[in-house]
T-cell receptor, first 117, second 110 residues
Framework: DSGVTQTPKHLITATGQRVTLRCSPRSGDLSVYWYQQSLDQGLQFLIQYYNGEERAKGNILERFSAQQFPDLHSELNLSSLELGDSALYFC????????????????FGAGSRLTVL | QQQVKQSPQSLIVQKGGISIINCAYENTAFDYFPWYQQFPGKGPALLIAIRPDVSEKKEGRFTISFNKSAKQFSLHIMDSQPGDSATYFCAASRWGKLQFGAGTQVVVTP
């Protein structure tokens, strides 16, 4: 157990629907990252939050949004789902927001597998 | 546009052999280069990492070699074991944002 908790583990839904993925970071970590893992795209960085504020944005679609709450858990909202959104969605956490030079160790959860039919 | 290119896509090695995975990057601003190991049904987990001011780092059977001028780095798994069978991702980081390579599936045969 990495200490990063993601729910649900599996989710099957239909095109056009909306889903919410939830992540609880490791105790003491202030930063949360969302990654999408698909067979043809590998691990793609979506978005990062640090202590409730958006810190960095990657290849996140406009149909997707995220937030980090005061208790530091985070939710990733996926709307108007398409077949191509089927993937594993990983949440990771770290203690720091990321520094100009230095290690930033990310701890990943087990992922949420989304299947869009 | 993939900022970190990883090869090979997959490799099969016999128990006791050496597994070598290579990565190349473009952005010289990257300042941290970790390797992650992922088993089926699990999230990636940090295996070993290196900073660009070091040419080599060894932790047990795992070694990273780093060539700053060539903008390349590699992972060597010595004395490969069946338990090492997993997908390995190299990554490069700046400001904590990791850019991952496409991954290498390693299979160690008994």
């Amino acid at each position: 157990d990495s200490g990063v908790t993601q729910t649900p583990k599996h989710l099957i839904t239909a095109t056009g629907q909306r889903v919410t993925l939830r992540c609880s970071p490791r105790s003491g970590d202030l930063s949360v990252y969302w990654y999408q893992q698909s067979l043809d795209q590998g691990l793609q960085f979506l978005i990062q939050y640090y202590n409730g504020e958006e810190r960095a944005k990657g290849n996140i679609l406009e149909r997707f949004s995220a937030q980090q709450f005061p208790d530091l858990h985070s939710e990733l909202n996926l709307s108007s789902l398409e077949l191509g959104d089927s993937a594993l969605y990983f949440c990771a956490s770290s203690a720091h927001p990321g520094q100009a030079s230095g290690a930033n160790v990310l701890t990943f959860g087990a992922g949420s597998r989304l299947t869009v039919l | 546009q993939q900022q970190v290119k990883q090869s090979p896509q997959s490799l099969i090695v016999q128990k006791g052999g050496i597994s070598i995975i290579n990565c190349a990057y473009e952005n010289t601003a990257f300042d941290y280069f970790p390797w992650y190991q992922q088993f089926p049904g699990k999230g990636p987990a940090l295996l070993i990492a290196i900073r660009p001011d070091v040419s080599e780092k060894k932790e047990g059977r795992f070694t990273i070699s780093f060539n700053k001028s060539a903008k390349q780095f590699s992972l060597h798994i010595m004395d490969s074991q069946p338990g090492d069978s997993a997908t390995y991702f190299c990554a490069a980081s700046r400001w904590g944002k990791l850019q991952f390579g496409a991954g290498t599936q390693v299979v160690v045969t008994p």
